[in-house]
């Protein structure tokens, strides 16, 4: 155009142009030749100036276009970084596992990545250096004509004068708000080598790695959970820019330093979330007596740091804490009781067949060439006679009235001699039943005949093969063994057996029946296994003797659990414990529910406390009206094992408030042994070891039975009294607020996305 212009203007006919503005020059020949020679110099003189016009035009457009050209690079290359910045913005922040990156802008003339030691990096310290991280971050270097521009720590700055100029485009991922610095770095593995990449996100180990550099930063030392500053430094080529958004966006002045391109920003405790000020957040220590009053003597506590804080509070039940129990005896109640199998073993011999009253045998003058009821010898009884095998059946049948069809089970052996020794099996063949009348164990009884020498040890022996049978023999397992007379002289010791049933925890209860007894071996036979022997002269003894052997069998020990409610005061509120699932069943008193139920879910309280606000815990028993028995049954290794009870319907009238001498608050380093050394019922646990002792990490009492408690955390016991056995109580743990272990202050989130570069 320039050129174009330049020669329409030289060929403009500078003489036409000369005469048309002069038509008045003529006269001598020196004046046309003066005039001829003013109109070559003017000719001249028009085209030297139009010439020179071009020039100037020339040079001021060709620099109006380079400027125009290289503001149209810088577009087409911060739209080509924008874009990648998008793309990678989605893999560090957003849920994107792979991006497509394109570098094909005709305006970039290289594309550089910086990673690793050539890369940039993020320095976060805490508390004046005390604990550091140090992030990786890469950056991707745009060079066009005489331009840089930088993608990076998720921001994009372009650079000029040598990299004296620094401006930000787009601000980075390092953001600030209210007090919490929120990071989030690229660390790509490997540079480009073409105009198109793959970048593939390592997502499991990126969120492994963030979580590292979170824990170490704030747990190389207790201070910096919560601490008083924190500093972020970027190391970068491009730091001056880095200064400038940092003292933006933070409010603070930003220090460089040009030798390790560093700039640096430092964050005060002002600065900082009041998270991280104990002065003013909800980190309690109840040891600290300027903020906590923990008065022993009436069981409370107080915290106040006279800021108007609220605090979290909490109380709940420690492992085998609950230990508000004790042991009752309940004769015949066959709701608590334990089921019971029995084995009848009679005495089958002919002396059974004697009638006491009339003073012989009911055999003498009736006989029959078949065998008859009521003996195995072909004789039949006089029916006028009543024989000792009559009275045991019916003190038999009195003992099976007093069991429980629907727990209890039952079987009949009979013997005499070794060869005549039996299971006398219900009508249907079964050795042990549950039903109880005509066809079973009852029609069993009546089974049972007389005639023939007497060998205890192989009734005792079929007794215990019963009991043996698999699923034949539930709950307790006991043996009623019956004898009126002496053992056979070749018949084998019964003693062998009965050390054979003790050793299956099989109970021999014996009963001598008349004078000719061997009562001595009948009672050491019922104490090898821990039975009772009892001793009937009588036909009238009889019934009044198995009455009482059947007590002694029903006669249980159970854990009796009384019912106990608690309510917390704090500030004029009262607060009742929740339980974690159904609880419709459970007992309650005035609306407060049983937590002494050893069958309801676990309690806890759940409350808030306001500055100022005394914290105590009111503990009432009652007496029950109704137990139930609940199915659980604790073992016990020296003595019989024991059913528990809940109560299902609490006396209302009957209530006892605990009063606070009966009540111990414990802190971290309190001296555990008045708790730990006061025995508790074998049932209950051990309060060392199922109480205090929950995990190496987790353990509240040491190896020196001292107490190691979060600085928020009491320990506080109720005590109950004692029974025959141990002491009544209940072992809780309170958390106030938050603990100075535990607690750390949200000052600095990090997001490292590693990504593997794939051309």
């Not at 020669?7 to 005039?35: K, Q, Y």
């Not at 930000?168 to 490997?190: A, H, K, M």
Request: net charge negative.
């Amino acid at each position: 155009m320039n050129d174009q212009s330049a020669s329409t203007n030289a060929d403009e006919p500078a003489e036409t142009t000369l005469c048309e503005r002069f038509p008045a020059a003529r006269g001598s020949e020196w004046r046309r030749e003066t005039r001829a020679a003013s109109e070559t110099v003017g000719t001249a003189l028009l085209i030297g100036m139009v010439l020179t016009s071009v020039v100037i035009i020339s040079v001021a457009g060709a620099g109006v276009l380079q400027s125009l050209q290289t503001d149209i690079d810088q577009e087409e290359t911060e739209v080509g970084v924008r874009e990648v910045d998008s793309r990678l913005s989605s893999l560090a922040g957003g849920g994107a596992t792979s991006a497509e990156l394109s570098f094909s802008q005709e305006s970039v003339q290289s594309v550089t990545v910086k990673n690793g030691s050539a890369g940039g990096a993020v320095h976060v310290s805490l508390n004046g250096g005390t604990c550091n991280v140090t992030l990786p971050m890469s950056s991707i270097r745009y060079d066009e004509r005489g331009q840089t521009t930088v993608y990076e720590g998720g921001g994009i700055f372009r650079v000029s004068d040598g990299g004296l100029g620094v401006a930000v485009v787009s601000p980075p991922d390092i953001t600030v708000e209210e007090g919490t610095v929120d990071i989030t770095t690229l660390n790509l593995t490997s540079g480009v080598g073409s105009d198109r990449a793959t970048v593939t996100k390592r997502g499991a180990f990126s969120a492994t790695q963030s979580a590292e550099f979170e824990y170490e930063l704030f747990n190389s030392a207790d201070e910096c959970r919560r601490p008083d500053n924190a500093t972020i430094a970027v190391t970068s080529d491009y730091y001056r820019g880095w200064a400038k958004y940092l003292e933006q966006e933070t409010g603070t002045t930003a220090t460089v330093d040009p030798a390790t391109s560093t700039a640096e920003v430092t964050l005060s405790s002002a600065a900082l979330p009041e998270s991280t000020n104990d002065s003013l957040n909800a980190v309690v220590n109840l040891s600290d007596p300027s903020i906590a009053t923990v008065d022993r003597a009436q069981g409370t506590i107080e915290v106040d740091k006279n800021v108007s804080n609220q605090y979290t509070a909490t109380a709940r039940p420690l492992a085998e804490g609950i230990q508000v129990s004790s042991v009752k005896k309940f004769e015949t109640n066959v709701a608590y009781r334990r089921p019971i199998t029995v084995v009848f073993v009679f005495d089958e011999s002919g002396s059974m067949n004697y009638d006491d009253d009339r003073g012989r045998y009911c055999t003498e003058s009736y006989l029959n060439p078949i065998n008859g009821p009521g003996n195995r010898w072909g004789q039949t009884n006089d029916p006028a006679c009543t024989t000792r095998m009559d009275r045991a059946q019916d003190a038999a049948k009195a003992f099976v009235s007093l069991m429980n069809e629907s727990r209890d089970r039952g079987g009949v052996v009979g013997f005499s001699s070794s060869e005549y020794t039996r299971y006398v099996t219900t009508p249907n063949g079964q050795y042990v039943t549950d039903e109880f009348g005509a066809t079973g164990l009852n029609g069993s009884i009546d089974q049972l005949v007389t005639g023939g020498g007497t060998e205890s040890a192989t009734g005792l022996r079929r007794a215990n093969v019963v009991h043996d049978l698999k699923g034949e023999s539930a709950g307790q397992r006991i043996v009623l063994l019956l004898s009126d007379g002496q053992d056979d002289t070749t018949a084998p010791d019964p003693l062998d057996e009965a050390e054979i049933a003790a050793e299956n925890d099989i109970t021999i209860h014996t009963v001598g029946f008349g004078d000719g007894a061997d009562n001595a071996t009948l009672e050491s036979i019922a104490d090898e296994t821990g039975g009772t022997y009892s001793y009937a002269a009588t036909d009238d003894d009889l019934d009044d003797v198995f009455t009482e052997v059947f007590a002694t069998i029903a006669e249980t020990d159970v854990i009796m659990n009384e019912p106990v409610t608690l309510d917390a005061g704090v500030g004029g509120k009262v607060f009742r414990p929740s339980l974690g699932g159904n609880a419709d069943y459970v007992a309650t008193a005035g609306g407060n529910v049983n937590v002494n139920d050893p069958t309801a879910p676990e309690f806890r309280f759940s409350m808030t406390a306001d500055d100022g606000n005394i914290v105590e815990m009111n503990a009432t028993t009652y007496d029950c009206e109704e137990y139930e028995v609940t199915g659980i049954v604790r073992e016990n290794e020296t003595s019989e094992d024991l059913v528990e009870l809940r109560c299902a319907e609490i006396d209302e009238s009957s209530a006892t408030t605990i009063p606070p001498s009966n009540v111990s608050v414990y802190l971290d380093g309190d001296d555990a042994g008045p708790v730990i050394n006061e025995s508790s019922a074998w049932w209950d646990g051990d309060i060392r070891n199922d109480t205090f002792a929950q995990g190496d990490s987790d353990a509240l009492v040491d190896a020196t039975d001292t107490f190691t408690l979060a600085s928020n955390q009491a320990v506080v016991v109720f005590e109950f009294g004692a029974n025959d056995r141990a002491l009544k109580r209940l072992v809780m743990l309170y958390e106030i607020g938050i603990s100075e272990d535990t607690a750390t202050a949200n000052v600095v989130n990090i997001d490292v996305t590693t990504a593997d570069v794939d051309e």
